[in-house]
């Protein structure tokens, strides 16, 4: 679930994100030591909303490498000898 105060963060790059990340997984484990139920569900929505954003940039950094999808489940003898037939 999103936090419903966090709404654009497309403008951050991948290393804020990571950070605030770092960040707010402190303060969430200081939340759950503290018994703070209402702190941990909210901080709980902000770490969802950074995380689908790092995804998305995560995704947008592998589709500009272009890597292949297959795997290949050919035996070991075969690999070598495909291109010599």
Do not use: C, W
């Not at 966090?6 to 770092?22: G, R, V």
């Amino acid at each position: 679930m999103k936090h419903p105060f966090i709404h654009d963060l497309s403008d951050k790059t991948l290393e804020d994100i990571q950070t605030t990340l770092a960040s707010l997984t402190t303060k969430l484990n200081y939340a759950y030591r503290t018994g703070n139920g209402a702190l941990i569900h909210q901080l709980q929505m902000a770490m969802d909303s950074y995380r689908e954003e790092a995804g998305k940039k995560m995704d947008e950094i592998l589709s500009k490498q272009n890597l292949k999808n297959q795997v290949s489940i050919q035996k070991e003898g075969e690999i070598g000898n495909q291109n010599r037939t």
